[in-house]
Nanobody
Framework: QVQLVESGGGLVQTGGSLRLSCAAA????????MGWFRQAPGKEREFVAA????????GYADSVKGRFTISRENTKNAVYLQMNGLKPEDTAVYYC????????????????WGQGTQVTVSS
């Protein structure tokens, strides 16, 4: 029912910034907890950041804490991931996801997924 479309990925140098956007259609994100995950070649999809259904709580993977910020704007039916101080190890396809739960850091608890957007960080 909920379709998610990511945008904002691209190529950036080490230390640069990108802002990813995830637009939802077919439903409102206000009724979902939202998250960002990423998957590098040959690796499992891993948790990056999550924000609760009301938007009051956030959580981050240790590897991105202090550098990435997740936010949601329910009036625009969108969620964002601001990425600062990017490192080569951040290179991956980034996916946004929606869960019927209030908040989750677990891939298996998400119900809807976008197609992903590529983020490449060069040295």
């Amino acid at each position: 029912q909920v379709q998610l479309v990511e945008s904002g990925g691209g190529l950036v140098q080490t230390g640069g910034s990108l802002r990813l956007s995830c637009a939802a259609a077919g439903g409102t994100i206000s009724s979902h907890g939202m998250g960002w995950f990423r998957q590098a070649p040959g690796k499992e999809r891993e948790f990056v950041a999550a924000i609760s259904r009301p938007g009051f709580n956030t959580g981050y993977a240790d590897s991105v804490k202090g550098r990435f910020t997740i936010s949601r704007e329910n009036t625009k039916n969108a969620v964002y991931l601001q990425m600062n101080g990017l490192k080569p190890e951040d290179t991956a396809v980034y996916y946004c996801a929606a869960t019927r739960r209030i908040f989750s850091r677990s891939r298996g608890e998400y119900d809807y997924w976008g197609q992903g957007t590529q983020v490449t960080v060069s040295s």
